[in-house]
């Protein structure tokens, strides 16, 4: 459910939350989502109210919900320190105690902007005066108005005023009148938040409006919750996914690096990642061979014109790169590579009877972030898209769509994701395309949705303007979920680039462009990856599945020849180079989460064999090579570990 914030939307940010917030805690369910949803936004004016009466310096901006929780853009000379957050914990609580009304009241922009003028408070005039005219303005009350006593019940005040019981004394100054410009909704009270389930997280910079030419704020991020138990739950996964943060692991496992002397958001794949890509993209081009698709290449760059004719650079220009200029003529990095997939398209005539054709590609595009909002691999300023574009009949749709689906299960559930939400986002206000190439598309989605019996949220209007679309988010092994997977039907760009095919009576008709990504970017769904498996890869994915140690040089050779055989034999295998003693080996290959090592001393080497100690297992006992191959094979089909 989306909160009405109508007085933030104009900053992109507010719709677009870094993707840590995106996540949902799946295991902690949630009674009311709604309710929970106001107790957050109100948490944020809670917050603000504690910190202006402890800290009367202070100067407030905004404060809307994430997904699991709030936050507040503050304006403060002074840094907040950790102590601090205790004290306005502290004074939140006081707050909650006291059960205070939240009181809404409409007013003019003329005696709105006298008082908060008069109250010197820079940002709130701003937001004030981005309210579009003719826009009701209203501020919300924590408390009475006339700072901690019941007001009389006047013309002035709208909205549920409290009974007079439910006031009572508290140490809050009685001068204290607080309120904020705000179109809520809210809460009645501020006992409706439970004291015990909220916590303040962490302070961090921003940006008033996100613009790094502003303004530097400090913002303070809370947690709220219905329960003191989910609070917990909370917290705890928290620590968890700070254990398998994918930045983190990245470096100690030396998979990749982002590096700020070569820009932000261009991530560098090192061996060990890049086996592991390599791996993920042969499978990844297998499964779509066997599944009838073909494969492109197109280039990273093309004429602007062509993003012209896309409409992107009219509609995405604000998240593409500069173009550069090549013989006079403008050149633009790709931000996709649909209207490439297009191009190829169009230089042939096609016929009805080639349909559906299926063209994919591992294409790498460059997008402009902000630097505040990159995040390790999640957001990234050039990934690469496993992309693919369906051409086919407009009777062909719901199969294709149902292949689709049938081969994003079978991938994800390689990977390890067999927990999906999935949506169907269909036509919003705007939109291109005929009520009746809308009415037949969202019917094929529904159609294969039902034929995989996958229960699905529908997002009424919540369709792009080019079709109707289906999102799938895939659970990961913390409860989190993530958006991956899209498949989305587009009337958009076959019309914009006057697509055509030969049809059964000759003539002339427009094909049926889908577009579909299934682990949407490599990069972001490698960051999931590392997450997932907090860098304990199942045996087939491992950059390293073994690692031989020898007790001592004396078993060097025979090791060498054991390694040799098994990479001679398909597996990635290596030998402990260091010389270090045994139990310095073992620990170092456990740091490096080596799924299996094989220990080799006298004995192992009088008999031919391995001491074979694996990470989920300990020591399973000596082998042959035999035994070892069959082990390693069995774990490697099962796409499991030993
Ligand atoms: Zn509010
Ligand atoms: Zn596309």
């Known amino acids: 459910m989306i909160i009405n914030l109508r007085y933030y939307d104009n900053d992109y940010y507010y719709n677009n939350l870094p993707v840590v917030s995106q996540l949902t805690q799946s295991p902690l369910q949630i009674a009311n989502p709604e309710q929970l949803e106001r ?9 603000a109210m504690a910190v202006q009466i402890l800290f009367p310096e202070t100067k407030v901006t905004i404060g809307p919900t994430t997904n699991t929780g709030f936050y507040y853009d503050f304006d403060r000379p002074e840094p907040f320190a950790p102590e601090d957050l205790k004290k306005i914990t502290k004074q939140m ?32 005039l701003e937001i004030l005066d981005s309210i579009p005219a003719g826009e009701t303005i209203t501020r919300y009350y924590i408390g009475s108005p006339d700072g901690g006593r019941l007001p009389n019940v006047g ?13 009572k004394p508290v140490k809050i100054p009685a001068t204290v009148s607080w309120w904020d410009l705000c179109a809520g909704p809210h809460i009645n009270y501020t006992g409706e938040i439970n004291p015990n389930a909220f916590a303040l ?4 910079g921003a940006y008033w409006r996100g613009d790094e030419t502003k303004a530097q704020l400090q913002r303070i991020y809370g947690t709220a919750w219905e329960t003191p138990e989910q609070l917990d739950a909370y917290l705890k996964q928290q620590e968890e996914a700070k254990r398998r943060d994918h930045r983190k692991l990245g470096k100690e496992l030396k998979l990749f690096s982002i590096q700020e002397g070569a820009g932000g958001g261009l991530v560098f794949w090192h061996p060990r990642g890049a086996t592991m890509r390599y791996i993920i993209e042969d499978y990844w081009r297998k499964a779509h061979l066997d599944g009838g698709y073909e494969l492109l290449y197109t280039p990273h760059v093309a004429n602007l014109e062509l993003w012209k004719t896309s409409g992107h650079f009219d509609f995405y220009r604000e998240n593409m790169f500069d173009s550069m200029d090549i013989e006079e003529q403008a050149y633009q990095i790709k931000p996709m590579n649909c209207p490439f997939h297009v191009l190829t398209y169009k230089n042939d005539l096609h016929s009805y009877r080639e349909f559906p054709l299926r063209w994919a590609e591992l294409g790498t595009v460059y997008r402009y972030e902000r630097s505040g909002v990159l995040h390790g691999l999640m957001r990234v300023r050039g990934f690469t898209q496993d992309d ?26 390689d990977f390890g994701f067999k927990d999906y939400e999935v949506n169907l986002s269909t036509r919003p206000e705007k939109s291109v395309g005929t009520d009746e190439g809308w009415e037949l598309a969202t019917q094929a989605l529904v159609e294969a949705l039902n034929s995989k019996s996958w229960e699905y949220i529908e997002d009424k209007g919540g369709g792009a303007f080019y079709g109707p679309k289906i999102d799938i988010k895939i659970k990961d092994a913390i409860g989190r979920t993530w958006q991956c997977s899209t498949i989305q039907v587009d009337f958009n760009l076959p019309e914009r680039f006057d697509m055509e095919y030969v049809a059964a009576d000759g003539s002339r008709q427009r094909p049926i462009m889908i577009h579909r990504a299934i682990f949407g970017s490599l990069e972001r769904f490698y960051g999931i990856l590392i997450e997932n498996y907090a ?22 050779e025979y090791g060498e020849t054991v390694v040799a055989t098994l990479k001679e034999a398909g597996y990635r295998v290596e030998i402990d180079c260091t010389g270090e003693r045994l139990g310095k080996q073992i620990r170092k290959a456990e ?14 080497v009088e008999t031919q064999s391995l001491s074979i100690r694996t990470r989920q297992q300990g020591d399973i006992g000596t082998m042959d090579l035999t035994e070892l191959k069959k082990s390693l094979d069995d774990a490697i089909a099962n796409k499991a570990n030993m």
């Open 39 to 47: 107790i957050r936004h109100t948490c944020a004016h809670v917050m």
């Open 93 to 124: 609580r006081f707050i909650i105690k006291a059960n205070l009304p939240i009181i809404r009241e409409e007013i003019t922009r003329e005696e709105i902007k006298a008082e908060i003028e008069q109250l010197g408070e820079p940002y709130k």
């Open 155 to 167: 013309e002035k005040l709208k909205g549920a005023l409290p009974e007079p019981s439910l006031i």
């Open 201 to 204: 997280e962490s302070v961090a």
């Open 388 to 413: 693919a574009h369906i051409f086919c009949l407009p009777t062909q749709i719901a199969a294709e769509i149902l292949g689709v689906l049938n081969l994003t299960e079978k991938i994800l559930s």
């Open 535 to 556: 860098g304990d890869f199942p045996l087939w994915l491992a950059p390293i599945q073994l690692r031989l140690l020898p007790v001592s040089e004396a078993q060097r």
């Open 591 to 604: 740091l490096e989460k080596i799924p299996v090592v094989a220990i080799v001393g006298n004995k192992e």
